[in-house]
């Protein structure tokens, strides 16, 4: 976007933005503790996917078996995941996104411990919508980048002029003038 010199961009605005927002913490009760938690956004789940490629197998249906050949089995889907990725959503949902060293707590913590806070951590991942609010929003964010990619790959002539009236592209004019 280009600017005049008597347009101000304020830098700070979306800092504001988001500090003006507050978490969406709820307390679930874990082991009769009230555990704050909140759902997974968009670009935290695009985090899970990069750093834990045997997560999003899970979307395309496809896991390397142990000969690295894909495999649309479920149970191998399941079982090649690890604690690794769940450990990272615990955290993000419990406000510990990317802290290693808390992903590593939780996962030698107790096994009654790991299940209950673990289970109650990705059921409260997906948002009160639970799955069908997930996909949905999943969707949404994948529909944006989609159309942001296109908007970004069109050729300038393509896009639409500014001035709000069309023009020919020169490659247009010069084939039509021979």
Not at 54 to 83: K, M, T
């Amino acid at each position: 976007m280009a600017t005049t010199s008597t347009e101000q961009l304020d830098f700070n605005a979306v800092d504001a933005l988001i500090a003006s927002v507050s978490h969406d913490f709820k307390p679930v009760e874990v082991r009769g503790k009230p555990i704050p938690m909140q759902a997974l956004a968009f670009d935290d789940w695009m985090y899970v996917l990069r750093r834990f490629p045997q997560v999003s197998a899970l979307f395309d249906g496809f896991a390397p078996d142990e000969d690295g050949e894909p495999s649309g089995d479920f149970r191998s889907l399941l079982s090649n995941i690890g604690h690794e990725p769940v450990a990272a959503v615990v955290a993000i949902v419990t406000g510990h996104p990317g802290d290693l060293e808390w992903e590593k707590s939780f996962v030698r913590a107790a096994p009654a411990v790991k299940n209950e806070l673990g289970i109650k951590a990705l059921e409260h991942a997906f948002g009160e919508d639970g799955l069908s609010g997930f996909f949905s929003m999943m969707a949404e964010g994948m529909e944006r980048l989609l159309a942001e990619a296109e908007k970004s790959e069109l050729p300038p002539s393509a896009k639409p002029a500014k001035s709000g009236r069309k023009t020919a592209s020169k490659k247009t004019a010069n084939s039509s003038a021979s």
